[in-house]
Protein backbone atom coordinates (compact mmCIF):
# COMPACT_ATOMS: atom_id res chain seq x y z
CA UNK A 1 0.00 0.00 0.00
CA UNK A 2 1.13 3.34 -0.86
CA UNK A 3 0.69 6.94 0.65
CA UNK A 4 -1.84 7.44 -2.09
CA UNK A 5 -4.28 4.87 -0.68
CA UNK A 6 -4.46 5.68 2.57
CA UNK A 7 -7.46 7.13 3.90
CA UNK A 8 -6.90 10.72 5.79
CA UNK A 9 -7.94 9.03 9.49
CA UNK A 10 -5.33 6.48 8.57
CA UNK A 11 -2.49 9.20 7.82
CA UNK A 12 -3.92 11.00 10.81
CA UNK A 13 -3.06 7.68 12.96
CA UNK A 14 0.64 6.97 11.60
CA UNK A 15 1.47 10.61 11.79
CA UNK A 16 0.46 9.70 15.51
CA UNK A 17 2.13 6.82 16.47
CA UNK A 18 5.51 7.76 14.71
CA UNK A 19 5.66 10.03 16.70
CA UNK A 20 4.21 8.45 19.86
CA UNK A 21 7.06 5.78 19.08
CA UNK A 22 9.71 8.53 18.53
CA UNK A 23 8.75 9.43 22.23
CA UNK A 24 8.39 6.19 23.97
CA UNK A 25 12.19 5.28 22.11
CA UNK A 26 13.96 8.57 23.71
CA UNK A 27 12.28 8.21 27.11
CA UNK A 28 13.60 4.75 27.20
CA UNK A 29 16.97 5.63 26.13
CA UNK A 30 17.26 8.98 28.11
CA UNK A 31 16.71 6.52 31.35
CA UNK A 32 19.44 3.89 30.02
CA UNK A 33 17.41 1.63 28.66
CA UNK A 34 19.83 0.95 25.90
CA UNK A 35 23.05 2.31 27.18
CA UNK A 36 24.42 -1.50 27.95
CA UNK A 37 24.21 -3.77 24.74
CA UNK A 38 20.50 -5.32 25.27
CA UNK A 39 19.42 -7.32 22.91
CA UNK A 40 16.41 -8.21 21.29
CA UNK A 41 15.99 -11.24 23.32
CA UNK A 42 16.03 -9.28 26.19
CA UNK A 43 13.33 -6.76 25.10
CA UNK A 44 11.40 -9.14 24.25
CA UNK A 45 11.48 -10.82 27.21
CA UNK A 46 10.79 -6.93 29.15
CA UNK A 47 7.15 -7.11 26.77
CA UNK A 48 6.74 -10.88 27.71
CA UNK A 49 6.65 -9.74 31.61
CA UNK A 50 4.52 -6.91 30.72
CA UNK A 51 1.94 -9.35 29.32
CA UNK A 52 1.96 -11.52 32.26
CA UNK A 53 1.70 -8.26 34.69
CA UNK A 54 -1.32 -7.56 32.74
CA UNK A 55 -2.29 -11.50 32.54
CA UNK A 56 -2.08 -11.42 36.71
CA UNK A 57 -3.75 -8.26 36.70
CA UNK A 58 -7.19 -9.49 34.99
CA UNK A 59 -7.00 -12.94 37.07
CA UNK A 60 -7.85 -11.14 40.16
CA UNK A 61 -11.72 -11.08 41.39
CA UNK A 62 -11.40 -7.01 42.29
CA UNK A 63 -9.99 -5.30 39.28
CA UNK A 64 -7.22 -3.14 41.20
CA UNK A 65 -6.61 0.44 40.09
CA UNK A 66 -2.60 1.12 38.45
CA UNK A 67 0.20 1.07 40.46
CA UNK A 68 1.57 4.50 39.20
CA UNK A 69 -1.04 5.95 37.41
CA UNK A 70 -3.99 5.76 39.72
CA UNK A 71 -6.57 7.23 37.82
CA UNK A 72 -6.70 3.75 35.40
CA UNK A 73 -7.47 0.28 35.88
CA UNK A 74 -4.17 -2.11 36.22
CA UNK A 75 -5.59 -3.38 33.33
CA UNK A 76 -5.71 -0.38 31.51
CA UNK A 77 -2.03 0.47 32.92
CA UNK A 78 -0.46 -3.08 31.94
CA UNK A 79 -1.84 -2.64 28.48
CA UNK A 80 -0.30 0.81 28.13
CA UNK A 81 3.35 -0.84 29.49
CA UNK A 82 3.10 -3.08 26.84
CA UNK A 83 2.32 -1.00 23.57
CA UNK A 84 5.19 1.65 25.07
CA UNK A 85 7.78 -1.16 25.36
CA UNK A 86 6.80 -2.06 21.80
CA UNK A 87 6.63 1.11 20.30
CA UNK A 88 10.13 1.76 21.81
CA UNK A 89 11.53 -1.63 20.23
CA UNK A 90 10.14 -0.47 17.22
CA UNK A 91 11.96 2.90 17.50
CA UNK A 92 15.36 1.08 18.29
CA UNK A 93 14.87 -1.04 15.20
CA UNK A 94 13.57 1.62 12.88
CA UNK A 95 9.87 -0.08 12.59
CA UNK A 96 7.06 1.57 10.78
CA UNK A 97 4.72 0.17 12.78
CA UNK A 98 1.76 3.11 12.53
CA UNK A 99 1.97 1.79 8.99
CA UNK A 100 2.15 -1.92 9.79
CA UNK A 101 -0.90 -1.87 11.90
CA UNK A 102 -2.99 0.05 9.11
CA UNK A 103 -1.79 -2.71 6.73
CA UNK A 104 -2.45 -5.53 8.70
CA UNK A 105 -6.12 -3.81 10.02
CA UNK A 106 -6.84 -3.49 6.28
CA UNK A 107 -5.21 -7.01 5.45
CA UNK A 108 -7.52 -8.49 8.28
CA UNK A 109 -10.98 -7.22 6.86
CA UNK A 110 -10.67 -9.54 3.97
CA UNK A 111 -10.07 -12.67 5.95
CA UNK A 112 -12.40 -15.35 7.00
CA UNK A 113 -14.48 -15.22 10.18
CA UNK A 114 -11.87 -16.44 12.76
CA UNK A 115 -9.83 -17.30 10.23
CA UNK A 116 -11.44 -20.44 9.79
CA UNK A 117 -10.00 -22.19 12.82
CA UNK A 118 -11.97 -23.21 15.84
CA UNK A 119 -9.99 -21.63 18.36
Same mark, same amino acid.
Given at each position: ??? *???????? %?? /?????? =????? &????????? &??? *? =?? %????? *?? /?????????????????????????????????????? $? %?? *???????? $??????????? &???? $??? $??????
Amino acid at each position: MNG *SELIFEEK %VF /IRACNK =IQEEC &YQIAKDKGW &YKN *S =IN %VGELL *SL /IYGEVGELLETLRQIEPPQGEHIKEFWGAEEEAADIII $R %VL *SLGGLRGW $RIGEAIVAKMN &YNKT $RAV $RHNKRF
